[in-house]
């Protein structure tokens, strides 16, 4: 097949691959805050992913800097803090 370059990725090994649309949407990433100093809880953060259907992901820090995603089930909307007002998502 004939694709155009813009969407041609090479990856590590030198292989070319067609990045190819599956679905877009609106994402919320939130992190857990102390209710008493502000300060975060632990590095972990959520990711919340809604498109088609609605996601949810835990990003958790690796020591070698990257993350891991581990799916957890979607609980339905969720309401954050965001700059002194409540915002739900």
């Known amino acids: 097949m004939d694709f155009p370059e813009e969407v041609i990725a090479t990856t590590k090994k030198g292989e070319r691959e067609v990045r ?9 990433l939130y992190e857990y805050l102390d209710p008493k100093t ?3 809880t632990s590095a972990k953060k959520k990711l919340v992913l809604k498109g088609k259907e609605r996601r949810e992901f835990f990003l958790i820090p690796m020591k070698d800097g990257r993350k ?3 799916p957890v089930e979607a609980k339905g909307k969720v309401k954050v803090w965001r700059d002194g007002d409540v915002v739900e998502f």
């Open 38 to 40: 502000g300060k975060p």
């Open 20 to 28: 190819s649309f599956l679905e877009q949407g609106e994402f919320l």
């Open 68 to 70: 891991l995603l581990i």
